[in-house]
């Protein structure tokens, strides 16, 4: 099993970067690919990125292509999310998420974060 926390959202500016950090506990970060998904008020869960087991694999939304980078860090047991070129869109609350392999599908992930928010003003 594997518990995962979220960090580092905020209020930010258009324009303005923010990273989010994803830890998770357990030794077994290696056996999962992981996610990013995002939820804004009134609207569903959507994906936004995920990584590979070792991470050289990667998937982005069209949303966030060229925008969003994705990393992880296998001996720290994290995940990242560098967010540069913020736009008030991309207000959400952001989840992380473990799953047995590269998707993109929301249901396939087994494992969730609580969240943390990011908030873009105009």
């Known amino acids: 099993q594997v518990q995962l926390v979220e960090s580092g959202g905020g209020l930010v500016q258009a324009g303005g970067s923010l990273r989010l950090s994803c830890a998770a506990s357990?030794?077994?970060?290696?056996?999962?690919?992981m996610g990013w998904f995002r939820q804004a008020p009134g609207k569903e869960r959507e994906f936004v990125v995920a990584i590979s087991r070792i991470g050289g694999n990667t998937v982005y939304a069209d949303s966030v292509k060229g925008r969003f980078t994705i990393s992880r860090d296998n001996a720290k047991n994290t995940m990242y999310l560098q967010m540069n070129s913020l736009k008030p869109e991309d207000t959400a609350v952001y989840y992380c998420?473990?799953?047995?392999?590269?998707?993109?599908?929301?249901?396939?992930?087994?494992?969730w974060g609580q969240g943390t928010q990011v908030t873009v003003s105009s």
């Open positions: 998420a473990a799953g047995p392999v590269l998707v993109e599908t929301r249901g396939l992930y087994r494992y």
């Open positions: 357990g030794r077994t970060f290696t056996t999962y690919a």
